[in-house]
């Protein structure tokens, strides 16, 4: 059961309104009654009854607020109790896409920390839709979630239903990224249909809200006739160096990687090649002190590859 939903309840009997609740929420009206629908589905019974002065609890609305209010209480002493156990030390939480210049940013900022302090620093790679659960279950404290811009309004909606806050990051265009022997690492130009003969890597875990991954039209740069589908990141470099005729569509990378992995990056030209990195968080989260200074070496990151001239 997610306690998260008892606090949305005990919010609605503080207003005693659902309304002025998702406002002091920030959240939508629709989402906190389907919030609040699913919780008392899974109680088994009506926590809030309609009336002429407003919405009030039942009678084991009541009861069940009782409790609620007394957990809630309880997890904010335990958590205080880990925050002190845990004062000198470094404490950060992050789920993020599959993207080298963010990879690239965290470095950074891990590079910089006080080896001479306790550190308890969680990263984790993996699709948007697994980012989004992460945060708002407070499995991790931020999140960056990567999606094409024309599901635009599919992501941020399914981020404010559940109970997110965001912030774009970055808006780009996906280069090509191939070895340094690919045959067309030295070409004039590169066209789309030009890569349909070789070996495309891609992300094989892609999940859109709302959208049955079956019925979503495949993208010009997905359309190659050979596939091989990774979860890796590591997995993906050492394709592309070794088997050469390999190419995948990716976020500018760090000149770092291509130094290191002898691979170049292509401009190309493709239908919808406009994707954005959004940074996520719970509605009351505060940023920390280590927060503010990853953001910092995050955008650092970013703009190394930003105003970089591709060809």
Known sequence: MNTQFFSYAIEIERTGSITKA?????????????????LEKQLGYEIFERTQTGIVPTEKGRNFLVHAKSIMEHLGELEALGLEERADSQRFRISIPRGSYIAEGFTEF?????TGQGMEITIQETNSMQAISNVAYEKFD????RYQSIYENYFLDFVRS???????????????????????????????????????????????????????????????????????RGCQFDLLTRVTTTY????????????????????????????????????????????????????????????????
């Open 248 to 311: 995948m569509w990716v976020s500018p990378l760090p000149e770092v990687y291509l130094d290191q992995y002898g691979l170049v990056q292509r401009k190309c030209a493709i239908p919808n090649n406009s994707y954005k990195d959004v940074l996520i968080y719970r509605n009351e989260y505060e940023f920390s002190e280590l927060d503010e200074k990853f953001k910092e070496r995050l955008y650092c990151a970013r703009d190394e590859v930003a105003y970089k001239q591709h060809q």
């Open 110 to 114: 891990v590079a910089q920390l006080d």
């Open 142 to 145: 931020l999140g960056i979630i």
């Open 22 to 38: 998702a406002h002091n929420l920030f959240m939508a009206q629709p989402n906190l009654s389907k919030a609040i629908k699913e």
């Open 162 to 232: 559940n109970g997110l806050s965001y912030e774009l990051v970055w808006e780009f265009e996906y280069l090509a990224l191939m070895s340094k022997e690919h045959p067309l690492a030295a070409a004039a130009s590169v066209r789309a249909e030009d890569l349909f003969h070789h070996i495309e890597l891609s992300h094989a875990d892609l999940v859109i809200p709302y959208v049955d991954r079956r019925s979503v039209e495949p993208q010009e740069q997905t359309k190659a006739g050979k596939h091989i589908y990774v979860y890796d």
